[in-house]
T-cell receptor, first 116, second 112 residues
Framework: AQSVTQPDIHITVSEGASLELRCNYSYGATPYLFWYVQSPGQGLQLLLKYFSGDTLVQGIKGFEAEFKRSQSSFNLRKPSVHWSDAAEYFCAVAGNYGGATNKLIFGTGTLLAVQP | EAQVTQNPRYLITVTGKKLTVTCSQNMNHEYMSWYRQDPGLGLRQIYYSMNVEVTDKGDVPEGYKVSRKEKRNFPLILESPSPNQTSLYFC???????????FGPGTRLTVT
């Protein structure tokens, strides 16, 4: 079955440190991959997306992600974390599931805390 | 400004009292959907609509109803809410052939 796994439920990093959030997906065809961020009390904001082409994609707020087909991964990275990055991050894959076209399947999320 | 709006943003109600959460988008999107977000479970799709008068069940439709009488609106109806429907609800929209969804700000529902 198609699925998205975010193995880290909660991560704490120090401000200024680098960050990597893991995402693994299971999908038979070429995946369309997304990272969303949800700040406290806010809706979901799209950080970046991968459809095809260059496997390293740049997003907003200084985030990037790398698609690795051989590892079925789409990890999110940021070289230097800011306190305002504290939020919950969701990885998602879009595809055709059970008759639904372009359906989004979400991971369970990773909650990021940033220490001063 | 392109946006998806939801109302109310917060709602506390009692078991069995019918309620409706409204969702509206101004981007002329054909596709709209509802999700619920629960800790440790991520976002799960409740219902979706490919266009006016076309709706279908998502992954967790039990206890919910929807309607799509106009392209811009997609209300979520809980005819007899129960405490297990306490959750954070998101409405989203997109072009039917697009993969990129736009989300509303969320509605936090508590059923006591």
């Amino acid at each position: 079955a198609q699925s998205v796994t975010q193995p880290d439920i909660h991560i704490t990093v120090s401000e200024g440190a680098s960050l990597e959030l893991r995402c693994n997906y299971s999908y038979g065809a070429t995946p369309y991959l997304f990272w969303y961020v949800q700040s406290p009390g806010q809706g979901l904001q799209l950080l970046l997306k991968y459809f095809s082409g260059d496997t390293l994609v740049q997003g907003i707020k200084g985030f990037e992600a790398e698609f690795k087909r051989s590892q079925s991964s789409f990890n999110l990275r940021k070289p230097s974390v800011h306190w305002s990055d504290a939020a919950e991050y969701f990885c998602a894959v879009a595809g055709n599931y059970g008759g639904a076209t372009n359906k989004l399947i979400f991971g369970t999320g990773t909650l990021l805390a940033v220490q001063p | 400004e392109a946006q998806v709006t939801q109302n109310p943003r917060y709602l506390i109600t009692v078991t069995g009292k019918k309620l409706t959460v409204t969702c509206s988008q101004n981007m002329n999107h054909e596709y709209m959907s509802w999700y619920r977000q629960d800790p440790g479970l991520g976002l799960r799709q409740i219902y979706y609509s490919m266009n006016v008068e076309v709706t279908d069940k998502g992954d967790v439709p039990e206890g919910y109803k929807v309607s799509r009488k106009e392209k811009r609106n997609f209300p979520l109806i809980l005819e007899s809410p129960s405490p297990n429907q306490t959750s954070l609800y998101f409405c989203a929209s997109r072009r039917v052939l697009s993969y990129e969804q736009y989300f509303g700000p969320g509605t936090r529902l508590t059923v006591t």
